[in-house]
């Protein structure tokens, strides 16, 4: 009989409570047939679960104490089964350590975001500082310059708006791309592909603000760089005619040649 009143489990002395291998176990100091029969009694007891997971934090202390030169156990006990059996007690240590984890991610990002909004906060505002762009250039700038090269260009002489049009023939029909000099606003505005059969396809549509674009001789500076704006036509390149510049309310600006 063990000191609870029970008999004591195969492999331990007789009269040992089948209770008290809890702190040896979790210091590996039970021998393979000690571990094999306090195992089959852990599967089976919640009050020595409960012990071990009170226990868990010696690893780590047995750890840093043989870094100091402190012999550690001959072994450590299994873990599998300690898993299964600690998988309750250990749910709420896990939810403590995520949380952890998650503030310490969002501090992380703020320390990272602070300078970033910072950074985004100066411009123009403040003299001698300026907002950084995430692309020097925009994607339609990038292929006004670098990828199409067959371009047309004309003023009209009474909106005075100039366009410059680049085109390039794709399987699905034409890629188009604009440049926009001397327009004012505000005005929301279209560029039309007009067929040789006289069909008429909207490439792409845009809004100018009061300030304009393309305006050399602007106070604003950024009202003196021109509009970059590209689309896509389902026409094919050789059965387009002209381009037209209109607002919304159907003004014409500007006629380009295809």
């Not at 089959?40 to 690893?59: D, K, P, S």
């Not at 001698?128 to 002489?157: L, M, N, W, Y």
Request: glycine content about 10%; charged content about 25%.
């Amino acid at each position: 009989m063990n000191a609870y009143g029970g008999p004591g489990p195969q492999g331990f002395p007789a009269g040992e409570s089948v209770h008290e291998p809890v702190g040896a176990y979790a210091l590996g100091l039970l021998d393979e047939r000690e571990t094999a029969a306090f195992e089959a009694h852990l599967a089976q007891c919640a009050y020595c679960v409960r012990e071990l997971g009170e226990l868990a934090g010696v690893e780590p202390m047995l750890a840093a104490l043989a870094a100091d030169g402190v012999p550690a156990p001959p072994r450590q006990p299994g873990r599998r089964l300690l898993d299964g059996l600690l998988a309750e007690t250990a749910r709420e240590r896990t939810g403590r350590r995520r949380r952890s984890r998650l503030l310490l991610a969002a501090a992380a990002a703020l320390i990272v975001a602070a300078p970033l909004a910072a950074l985004a906060a100066t411009g123009e505002d403040h003299p001698g500082t300026r907002t950084p762009e995430a692309h020097p250039t925009s994607p339609a700038q990038d292929a006004f310059f670098h990828h199409i090269a067959d371009k047309v260009a004309a003023t009209d002489p009474a909106s005075d708006v100039t366009a410059t049009v680049g085109t390039e023939a794709k399987p699905w029909g034409t890629h188009t791309v604009l440049e926009l000099k001397n327009v004012k606003g505000p005005l929301k505005c279209r560029l039309v592909a007009v067929g040789r059969n006289g069909e008429e396809e909207t490439v792409t549509s845009w809004s100018v603000p009061e300030r304009g674009y393309g305006i050399e001789d602007s106070p604003h500076p950024r009202a003196r760089t021109p509009l970059y704006v590209h689309g896509g036509a389902a026409m094919e390149r050789s059965d387009i005619d002209r381009f037209e510049v209109r607002t919304f309310d159907g003004r014409r600006l500007v006629e380009v040649d295809a």
